[in-house]
């Protein structure tokens, strides 16, 4: 019996013990926690936005452009076809703005000494790209005159991207649509050129080109 009130008596200080851990209130001052808002605070930072880059401008030719030398030409007794042909030759290098290899092909020239008009169609062939036109020449016994023309013309590119930057002061780069050397006709539109200006801005051109090798840009 003794036993028994005491494990009692052990429960019973027990389930005070308890009681008064659990009716003790939160101290005077003190509240209770929030958990921490896990959204960051909008930004008021501006957005950056891209900007638009400024070229160089390409240096404007202050020069007209060089008119190339050409060698090899016959002695002035030299027979007349072949200082005919020669003729021909230069001034094919000088309009397309460069000397290089020329030959001129024009048969039946052997007998343009003989008095009278003679025409003949001859086929001119500039560092490798050919094109045809036609030679007059008019012989009398001691003179001779002859005129030589072509609905074509070559040319270089650099002589094309040169007329062009002469028109365009602007211009950062200059891409023309045509091969180191191309052979053009007069009457055609023209070489089709792109200018990037220097505020980053593609721009259409036209080159046309005329017989004489002269180079007129516009814009297209």
Known sequence: MKARLAVFGLSALAVLLLSSCSDSKPEAGTSPST?????????SAPIPTASTPTLTALPTPSK???TPTVTGAPENDAPLADRITFAIAK????????AAATT????G???????????LTCTVT?????YTGTLTVDAKQYTASYKFTSESVAIVRAKVVDAVQRTVTDAAK?????????VVKTSDAG???DVTTTANAVQPYKAQVSGNGQVLVAKA
């Open 109 to 119: 020239i052997d007998k343009v000494e003989t008095a009278g008009k003679h025409e």
């Open 64 to 66: 007209p452009w060089p």
């Open 174 to 182: 200059v891409t023309c649509t045509m091969d180191d050397v191309a």
């Open 91 to 98: 001034q094919a290098q000088i309009a397309a703005g460069k």
């Open 35 to 43: 958990p921490a808002s896990s959204t960051p605070p909008p930004s």
């Open 104 to 107: 001129v092909k024009c048969p």
């Open 191 to 193: 070489i089709a050129c």
């Open 126 to 130: 500039y560092a490798g790209k050919p």
